[in-house]
């Protein structure tokens, strides 16, 4: 049974760091691009980062870029999201999702194959 378990959220001030993990167990990922989404209370849920198994490719949604680091530990299946300088409107539950296609696709799609459960991050003002 595939799991993304993700872990790491919590409650901070503007300016401050959190880095997520997203472990992931039950196949091969080897072939597959893993990343993150968002969603804010009554929003949609929006792309942020991927990236591809090796680390080579990464992605961004721009409202991040700069800000957020995505990177990838092979040995122990898990994705990590360095979140630096965070802002009020970070503030959602994030996701972790995997999927065969290519991280660069994922901005406008929501269809990823696999989904985590997700980890609350609140940032105060």
């Known amino acids: 049974q595939v799991q993304l378990v993700e872990s790491g959220g919590g409650l901070v001030q503007a300016g401050d760091s959190l880095r997520l993990s997203c472990a992931a167990s039950?196949?091969?990922?080897?072939?597959?691009?893993l990343g993150w989404f968002r969603q804010a209370p009554g929003e949609e849920r929006e792309f942020v980062a991927a990236?591809?198994?090796?680390?080579?490719?990464?992605y961004y949604v721009d409202s991040v870029k700069g800000r957020f680091t995505i990177s990838i530990d092979n040995a122990k299946n898990t994705v990590f999201l360095q979140m630096n300088s965070l802002k009020p409107e970070d503030t959602a539950v994030y996701y972790c999702?995997?999927?065969?296609?290519?991280?660069?696709?994922?901005?406008?799609?929501?269809?990823?194959?696999?989904w985590g459960k997700g980890t609350l991050v609140t940032v105060s003002s």
């Open positions: 999702a995997a999927d065969a296609s290519s991280g660069s696709t994922w901005e406008k799609r929501y269809d990823m194959k696999y």
């Open positions: 039950g196949r091969t990922f080897r072939s597959y691009a």
């Open positions: 990236i591809n198994w090796s680390g080579s490719r990464v």
